[in-house]
T-cell receptor, first 110, second 115 residues
Framework: KQEVTQIPAALSVPEGENLVLNCSFT??????LQWFRQDPGKGLTSLLL?????REQTSGRLNASLDKSSGRSTLYIAASQPGDSATYLC?????????FGTGTRLQVFP | GAGVSQSPSNKVTEKGKDVELRCDPI?????LYWYRQSLGQGLEFLIY????????KSGLPSDRFSAERTGGSVSTLTIQRTQQEDSAVYLC?????????????FGDGTRLSIL
């Protein structure tokens, strides 16, 4: 059974810092891995999707890497801003559904 | 274009009542997914549709839960004889096909509270 873990569970940093959020999964037979952002009371916003054959994806200040063999992904956020404050979820897909981690709650203070 | 739309955004009902939750996917998306997000369980898969058929219902927690999709578009998730443990946020997502490479796009969810 696929299990997805995210570390840390919560993170509070001053504005401007570079951040690394971690995601690990137990079954490396995945199709892809997706990073999401969730704001309070809202749904999920897709940030990046990495196919199983890819090593990384970049979008603006965000960079996600994937090491499928070791069951790990990282989300790197450069020059963090207060607007980045949210819960970040990773999810892996190895069938038709996504299996989610428990999330990292990020707070960036001015 | 418009994103995934869910209604109602909030629903409060008494234990034992039936509820219907609606999801309107992105136009043209053939795959539709239901997930549930609760405090104790995180985000968990319920069911997915490809067109109007549901090949995978493995996540439905009991026979009180059912879902249907008509016309390859709108889907309804029905919970009969609601229990307090059904309280959660129910999220719907759609993707352009069920293929492994397509990202899932989520709605804002329905927050269900059972009194």
């Amino acid at each position: 059974k696929q299990e997805v873990t995210q570390i840390p569970a919560a993170l509070s940093v001053p504005e401007g810092e570079n951040l690394v959020l971690n995601c690990s999964f137990t079954d490396s037979a995945i199709y892809n891995l997706q990073w999401f952002r969730q704001d309070p009371g809202k749904g999920l916003t897709s940030l990046l999707l990495i196919q199983s054959s890819q090593r990384e994806q970049t979008s603006g200040r965000l960079n996600a890497s994937l090491d499928k063999s070791s069951g790990r992904s990282t989300l790197y956020i450069a020059a963090s801003q207060p607007g980045d404050s949210a819960t970040y979820l990773c999810a892996v897909r190895n069938t038709d559904k996504l299996i989610f981690g428990t999330g990292t709650r990020l707070q960036v203070f001015p | 274009g418009a994103g995934v739309s869910q209604s109602p955004s909030n629903k409060v009902t008494e234990k034992g009542k039936d509820v219907e939750l609606r999801c309107d996917p992105i136009s043209g998306h053939t795959a539709l997914y239901w997930y549930r997000q609760s405090l104790g369980q995180g985000l968990e898969f319920l069911i997915y549709f490809q067109g109007n058929s549901a090949p995978d219902k493995s996540g439905l927690p009991s026979d009180r839960f059912s879902a249907e999709r008509t016309g390859g578009s709108v889907s309804t998730l029905t919970i009969q004889r609601t229990q307090q443990e059904d309280s959660a946020v129910y999220l719907c997502a759609s993707s352009s096909n069920v293929g492994q490479n397509q990202p899932q796009h989520f709605g804002d969810g329905t927050r269900l509270s059972i009194l």
